[in-house]
């Protein structure tokens, strides 16, 4: 007679507890942190005042939040969170007719050093230009452990394509003054 059987009690209390687990998963409070986002699209130099940023609340340990003080680096679309990549804080003023490039740099580079540029070309002559950094390589690490040394350049414009061309083909030296 299987109705005489006890009842399975131990399997309800397990069932029980896994529900009572999986709900404290979800519904426990998640620390969070305040970060800066942008609210409208943000052209690269424009200075990041309350009018273009807004503060939101994400999860702790999500981004590196950042302050909005300064200007933004590259041109921001509206909803980027501001992060020290793409904030530059150090001043360095851009001469209207240059434009800027992301090279990997030499340890110890600062925004507003001098960097001598060295374009090796196809027929193995040489070519050099100069440049000033305007955002330094970050101390931090990339996702394979290496150190990340890119960091952005600011060149005179008539040579922009040069440089890049040369940085593209890996026939560019990066040489910081001191």
């Known amino acids: 007679m299987y109705w005489f059987a006890r009842p399975p009690y131990l399997r309800w209390l397990g069932a029980a507890l896994l529900l009572v687990v999986g709900l404290w998963i979800e519904l426990r409070p998640v620390e969070t942190v305040e970060v800066w986002f942008t609210n409208t699209d943000v052209a690269e130099g424009v200075p990041l005042d309350p009018t273009v940023v807004e503060a939101r609340r994400v999860p702790a340990g999500v981004l590196v939040p950042a302050p909005p003080e300064g200007v933004a680096a590259t041109g921001l679309p509206a909803g980027t969170p501001l992060t020290a990549a793409v904030i530059d804080t150090s001043g360095v003023e851009i001469p209207a007719d240059w434009w800027t490039i992301a090279l990997d740099l030499p340890s110890g580079t600062t925004p507003g050093t001098a960097v001598l540029l060295i374009m090796l ?8 230009a100069e440049g000033v950094v305007v955002a330094g390589p970050a101390p931090t690490t990339g996702p394979l ?10 060149i005179p414009g008539q040579i922009a394509a040069d440089v890049a061309q040369a940085e593209s083909t890996g026939r560019l030296t990066v040489l910081a003054g001191r």
Do not use: E, I, K
């Open 121 to 128: 070309g196809d027929d193995g002559s040489t070519r050099s």
């Open 145 to 154: 452990g290496l150190d990340d040394r890119s960091g952005v350049v600011a």
